[in-house]
């Protein structure tokens, strides 16, 4: 697999989760983009065309179920693998990701490394 060129956006709103995964993503060779909110998400997706969304579901404002489904109901944006990574573990919350289209809903805590190997395995 090469990640050379294949752009990761994180929506967190949590800095210090942002900061490790993209040390990790960056080490595989991919380029990271970061966000913090539905606006800068939507702004950086317009712009750079990510092949991947990493996106935390409880943000301020519009929840990460939101921006999943505006991403996947929109013929531009529809094809970029996205992945719901949360604390959120009820199976209403993982059936929701379902319904809004998610491709892998991942739950909090998880090992960075373990999250970057599902990343790679996407353009394998």
Known sequence: ?????????????E??????????????G???????????????????????V??????????GFE?????KSDPKTRDIFVILFTALTKDSDVAEGERVGADLYLMKPLNPRDIVERVKSIFV
């Open 67 to 71: 921006i999943c489904e505006k991403i």
């Open 30 to 52: 991919f380029q990271v983009l970061e966000a913090v909110n539905a606006t800068q998400a939507f702004r950086a997706i317009d712009e750079e065309r990510p092949d991947v």
């Open 15 to 28: 800095p210090g989760i942002r900061r490790i995964l993209r040390i990790f993503l960056e080490v595989e």
């Open 54 to 63: 990493i996106l935390d579901v409880i943000l301020f404002g519009t929840t």
């Open 1 to 13: 697999m090469d990640a050379k060129g294949k752009k990761i956006l994180l929506v967190d709103d």
